[in-house]
């Protein structure tokens, strides 16, 4: 296989990671991940995350290099995030990025990490037929996105209006007494009944459909679960963790497909890509593969490991931008925490 040889560099939350990619076959995909600093305060601090990055940066790149056995010096371009995410702990990325584009002489990339987490799937899967409708679940992020070239065509046609489908697994998590990140423990502790508790399908009514059609809400079933849970534990009623796990995991992934699958229609497209932290969740996996055949769509998700966040996506993307014969970006560039899915490279 060949095509352009890629390093990218990823930072935007908490996972320092570097992959080199060579076109679409991956060679290396190396994660430092700090959230174990984060568990006690449940959630993640973003200066502690920015100081793990600056720790954990040069051995990553170092054994990423290894494991891909190649110099340097072959390189033909290095990839970022230049965001969104947060600022602390993209600019470590952007700096060290900079500083490795410059001592190796190579062109610098500054990439949207939402891109990356739809690109990814080339390593995987391979090319997919455009226009594709992607659903991308992050803890930052849950985004319906339109994606005619996934190398600088983007359109985002929804979007939650108030928490990130990450977000409610994290938050959902504490309630329920469970460890940070919340999204991994309750996919797992999800063994219960999933229609024991009628938990809320946030935009899902018919009032809705005008304006909220493609978009999201999981802070009402997030509330739903917390109230749920105080009157349980204020009426001395015992209950089932796993139901109300399992329970609030339907409600969060009958949303998603069910909206993912209505945006399919209503832009005639038959490809679904899944991806960010969240599609690694069993669940989600599970009903899409049982709803999607019957809306004639094809569903694509990466393997769990490069669903959450990594290196090998921002070089992944990468060399699609490369091959697209795009120019790098600016050597001032910085980072933008708030960067729109739209730029999918900065100029
Ligand atoms: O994409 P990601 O690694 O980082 C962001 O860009 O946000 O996503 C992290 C999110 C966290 O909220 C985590 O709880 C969630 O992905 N997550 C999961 C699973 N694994 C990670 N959510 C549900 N089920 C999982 N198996
Ligand atoms: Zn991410």
Redesign the pocket.
Known sequence: MSGPLVLGIES??D?TGVGIVRGRELLANEVASSVELHVRFGGVVPEVASRAHLEAMVPTLQRALDTAGIEPAELDAVAVTAGPGLMGALAVGVAAAKACAYAWDKPLYGLN?LAG?VAVDLLDHGELPTPFLALLV????TSLLLVNDIAGDIVEIGTTIDDAA??A??KVARVLGLSY????V??KAATGDPRAIAFPRGLTARKDQAKHRHNFSFSGLKTAVARWVETAEAEQTPYELGDVAASFQEAVCDVLVTKALDACTTYGVDHLLVG???A???RLRSLLAERAPAAGVTVRIPRPGLC??NGAMIAALGAAVVTAGQPPSSPDFGATSSLPVSRVRVG
Do not use: L, M, R, W
């Open positions: 935007s939350c996972e990490h987490h992050s803890g930052g992020h990450g977000e697994y994290d990140p919340g999204g991994p309750i996919d960010g932290g969240v690694a969740n069993s959450t966040d």
